[in-house]
């Protein structure tokens, strides 16, 4: 099997993987818990972070697969907007991150950046495309949410990512 | 399995600071200082100066008092039905008012001149 086929493919199962992250999101009742409009808890972004140090480019592809997939299948198109503004500030975010301070943090801060962009992002864009301040309150409260689940995410991977690359290593992934 | 180094700690209390900042934006605006009382009645507009003392006011059958002091103004008292304007209590802000719909009178908080610009 040539590279760009394997990569492909990989990339194709990551992009499966993290939507099924997000549909699960979607299945449980997470806004009876905290109730904060918009808020996601990103476990897809386990997904997109532990690639980050694998390849980023395939972190960056599987992103951007996973969000349109997501719209796609259970969102709209305004929906879509809103979570791509997420999406790519939180990447970038990371990824700028990892590059300036890699020797000094761990997952567990990239990840809480992540949480925390990608709800700042959002919210971005919901306030530039419908205008009004009336946003604002939410900003705090999910921007802080975002950072919670980021630790648990950040250390889920600080965890068990040494442990999925020897098993993605297995698989000669 | 990696352990969290000290800069993990630093970056994610920095993050709370940022979570934050959105709050900065819900805070009360520092008061524009209010230099003027602006009366508005069916007979015309009066200015007051923001010094400590009552007004009468004589308007579309109704009586109303306010009281002026140098932070602001507020209806002391008015015979109109709904009291609303008594209700709204001391207007300290510039661009605040009070209104008796009633009375037809409208009570306005204007800066100085070098704020008009910038009152809306
Ligand atoms: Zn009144």
């Known amino acids: ?173 | 399995m990696k352990k969290a180094k000290p800069m993990d700690a630093v970056l994610i209390l920095l993050f709370v600071l940022v979570s934050l900042v959105p709050l900065t934006g819900l805070l009360p605006r520092p008061a524009q200082s209010a230099q003027i009382v602006r009366v508005t009645t069916p007979e015309g507009t009066e200015e007051y100066a923001l010094d400590d003392h009552t007004i009468a006011l004589d308007s579309h059958g109704y009586h109303l008092t306010l009281a002026v002091s140098a932070d602001g103004v507020q209806v002391t008292s008015s015979d109109c039905p709904d009291h609303t304007c008594m209700k709204t209590g001391k207007i300290t802000r510039a661009g605040n008012a009070i209104v008796c719909v009633p009375a037809h009178v409208r009570v306005d908080l204007v800066g100085g001149e070098g704020y008009d610009g910038i009152a809306g």
Not at chain 1, 17 to 37: D, K, R, T
Not at chain 1, 41 to 62: E, K, M, P, T, Y
């Open chain 1, 1 to 173: 099997m040539g590279s760009r086929v394997r990569w492909m493919i990989g990339t194709a199962l990551f992009c499966v993987l993290a939507s099924g992250l997000s549909y699960l999101e979607f299945l449980l009742p997470i806004n009876a818990a905290v109730p904060i409009p918009g808020f996601k808890l990103g476990l897809s972004n386990a997904i997109v972070l532990f690639l980050l140090h694998r390849d980023r480019r395939q972190a960056f592809a599987v992103l951007l697969g996973k969000t349109a997939l997501t719209a796609l299948l259970f969102g709209g198109a305004t929906s879509f907007v809103f979570s791509l503004c997420g999406a790519l500030l939180s990447f970038f975010g990371m990824l700028a991150l990892d590059f300036l301070l890699a020797e000094h943090i761990t997952d567990l801060s990239l990840s809480c950046a992540g949480g925390v962009l990608h709800n700042l992002g959002q919210l971005c864009a919901a306030i530039a495309f419908m205008g009004g301040k009336a946003l604002l309150p939410y900003a705090t409260p999910l921007m802080l949410a975002g950072l919670c689940c980021g630790a648990v995410i950040g250390l889920f991977l600080n965890t068990f990512s040494e442990r999925m690359n020897g098993v993605l290593a297995k698989l000669r992934f």
